[in-house]
C-alpha cells in the first residue's frame, strides 16, 4: 500500500515539475494535454490528479512557495518584536521571489491573461495583503508605526513595496543581485512604515 502511495505522490510532483518548467519558458496558457504529454502521463491520470488547469497552477505554486520555507514567513508573522517580524517577513516573502523568477514571472504575467491563472495569484496576493494588514496593525498597536501614518495606509505601502514587481527591476533592470535587492526592500520597508 506504502509502495502506491509513494508512486502516486511521485506521479503528481512529476505533473507539478513539468507544469513549472514549462511555465518558466513561456508566459503562454498550459493545457492539462500538454502537461501530460510533457510529463509522459496518460490524460486520465492527469485529470485524476488536477481536474483543472487552475487546480494545477496551484499545485506549481504551493510547490514554489514550499521550496522558498514559506513556514518560515508564516512563523516569522508571530516574532514578539513587529519591527523584527517586519524585517523577516520582507526578507523572507522576497526569498518567494528569489527562488524562482521566471516562474513568478509568468504564473503573475498569465493570470493577466487567462482566466484559469486568475484564482491562482489572486489568492496568493490575498495571503500578502492579510500578512502586510496584520504586520502594520502589530506595529500601529505596538506604537511602532510612523507618525500619521494608518495601519491601512502602511499596509498598502507594504504590498507596494514588496511586490514581485519591483524586485524583479532592481535584478533586471537596475542589475542588483537578488540579496542586493532584498536588503534594499528590506531597508525600504523600515524607513517607510516605522
Known sequence: MRARADAVARTRQKIVDRAAERLRGSAEPVTLA???ATAG???TTIYRHFPTVTSLLDAVAADLLARARFDLLLAAISHPDPV?????VTRLGCGIWAI???LVRNLTALARTHADAVPV???LEAGRAQVM???ARRLHDAGML???LSPRDA???LLAATGFAGWEHLVTARQCSPGTATDLIVRLTHRAVT
Open 41 to 43: 502521463v496518460s490524460r
Open 155 to 157: 499596509a498598502n505601502l
Open 84 to 88: 523584527t517580524a517586519l524585517r523577516d
Open 100 to 102: 524562482d523568477p521566471p
Open 34 to 36: 500538454g502537461i501530460a
Open 133 to 135: 494588514e496584520q504586520l
Open 146 to 148: 510612523a507618525a500619521g
Open 121 to 123: 495569484i489572486s489568492q
